[in-house]
């Protein structure tokens, strides 16, 4: 729990991605340009809101520019065939890109190469959905900026990627080393420029070159169930399948996220959140990690904040990585390093995450290998991370969770792992705990935070209504919450409102 191999691990990161962060620049967003079609200059089409018009090549009178074959229809252009391009798609502002399951293919240009994205926004939003984007036999020269390679851009914009597939955003065979390749990037840092918001849900995304989904800067963004396969062992370069940060927030839920494993001397990771002074730039804060399955990544999840000499920062950032599912089967990382959860950072929230298999087992490789590795001081208090509940009589309560933290909010091992939990109040007559949810095993008495997550779950069910006050205690450490038990509710129910509940005061002893 010491974490010096995290923060390690951290400075070398940030070196590497410090060549991705770039500076959005709108030069080029507005500029109307002549395209030759063999025909003749084409001349920019006037669409109709009501009628759908056909088109061998699109263009906006201002900045859009599809050289695909579409069927415009209001601001929804729709593809009608397969397609290969040479240069960028260029998507008018507020515009619908339905690929209708068709291809769009990056392709060099003959005595040229291909640069940039496959499609990018022109204003400030653009919408993708059932795309099928790919790269085929790019040049393997490396390139950065706006010129990295990337098969969806958006740059100070908001919409959305739906049920759209990825594929080989890459250069070369896939041997390359060039800091790019990446499927969908988000990025919003101009200075002053409002929040932008992207959703990314139900998209494949394989074959990249160096990540799947990136988001930096002034964005939310929502990834949410989407499959996104590494190539993972490689030695060629670092991949990561989600990685978000310098002040990007927003959920990352239900996404299969694998195959992310580096064997050179560096680590891979299946979601990543970077910030702070040690990637000069700002924090990324309050982002939701849930319910996703992530299996065979050098680290499951990384989060890596720190100031510019690998401390944690002095201001929580108040990350949640709750339930996730999260296995590696071997130790294939050339450092070694390899964790299911990794945190550098301040007040973070880990619990209820399933971590299996040699590949994350301490005793694996005692010092490399580790199940939850953070960067925190001694234990001092306990914290219910759940909040209380309202729960019927004679019904099973959802999960109560408690931890223990540093002074910071960092989970911490305490030195004394056995705690007793002690019920009292009106509600206390002929309560029971258990370990399942289903209220059906052996009555529990005691927890044991001795795990990776510092942390223990328990359920209760009550005989008869009114407060009680749970108290989770050793002779070190006490916490306590009050629940409410009630009639009136349906067998079974539990009530989501808020009822009273002590304060959460991790120096409490």
Not at 103 to 119: E, H, K, L, S, T
């Amino acid at each position: 729990m010491g974490g010096n191999r995290c923060g390690l691990i951290g400075i070398v990161l940030a070196e590497v991605l410090s060549l991705w962060v770039v500076t959005y620049s709108g030069d080029g967003l507005a500029e109307e340009r002549e395209h030759d079609t063999g025909e003749g200059v084409m001349v920019a089409p006037q669409v109709d809101p009501g009628m759908e018009t056909h088109f061998e090549t699109f263009q906006s009178p201002t900045c859009g520019f599809i050289p695909c074959p579409v069927t415009a229809s209001g601001n929804v252009l729709t593809l009608t065939a397969s397609c290969a391009t040479y240069s960028s798609l260029l998507i008018p502002d507020g515009y619908t890109l339905d690929g209708a399951g068709h291809f769009i293919a990056a392709v060099d240009a003959p005595g040229q190469r291909f640069v940039g994205p496959i499609v990018r926004n022109c204003g400030s939003s653009a919408f993708y959905r059932n795309l099928r984007l790919m790269a085929v036999g790019l040049s393997n020269i490396c390139d950065s900026g706006d010129d990295a390679l990337t098969g969806i851009r958006f740059d100070n914009a908001s919409g959305s990627v739906t049920n759209t597939q990825i594929f080989n955003i890459r250069q070369g065979d896939g041997t390359s080393g060039c800091q790019e390749g990446i499927g969908i990037a988000i990025r919003n840092q101009e200075p002053g420029a409002p929040t932008r918001v992207v959703a990314v849900g139900n998209n494949i995304l394989t074959g990249y070159q160096k990540a799947g989904i990136m988001a930096v800067g002034n964005v939310d963004v929502g990834i949410i169930g989407n499959r996104i396969s590494g190539a993972g062992p490689i030695g060629n370069i670092a991949q990561v399948g989600i990685q978000i940060g310098l002040g990007a927030t927003g959920v990352i839920v239900a996404n299969d996220v694998s195959g992310h494993s580096y064997t050179g001397q560096g680590v891979a990771s299946g979601i990543l959140v970077y910030g702070g002074g040690l990637y000069g730039g700002p924090l990324s804060s309050n982002v939701a990690i849930r319910d996703n399955q992530l299996y065979n990544n050098d680290i499951g999840v990384y989060l890596s904040q720190g100031n510019a000499d690998g401390s944690p920062p002095s201001v929580r950032t108040n990350i949640a990585v709750v339930d996730n599912i999260l296995e590696n089967g071997a130790v294939t990382n050339g450092y070694v390093y390899q964790a299911g959860i990794a945190d550098l950072g301040t007040g973070n929230i880990i619990h209820s995450n399933r971590i299996t298999g040699p590949g994350y087992d301490p005793a694996t490789l005692p010092g490399s290998t580790f199940a939850v590795d953070v960067v925190a001081g001694p234990a001092v208090g306990l914290t219910f991370l759940t909040q209380a509940q309202q729960v019927a009589v004679g019904a099973c309560s959802g999960p109560v969770v408690v931890q223990s933290q540093d002074v910071n909010g960092n989970l911490s091992i305490p030195a004394l792992t056995d705690f007793s939990i002690t019920p009292v109040g009106e509600a206390a007559l002929g309560i029971q705990f258990y370990a399942d949810a289903s209220c059906t095993g052996p009555a529990l008495t005691s927890l044991d935070l001795s795990n990776p997550e510092a942390s223990g779950r328990f359920y209760f069910r009550a005989a008869v209504p009114g407060n009680v006050t749970l108290i989770v205690w050793n002779f070190i450490m006490t916490q306590f919450q009050t629940q409410q038990v009630v009639t009136g509710l349906a067998p079974g129910e539990t009530s989501g409102l808020p009822v009273a509940t002590s304060p959460v005061d991790a120096s409490q002893g």
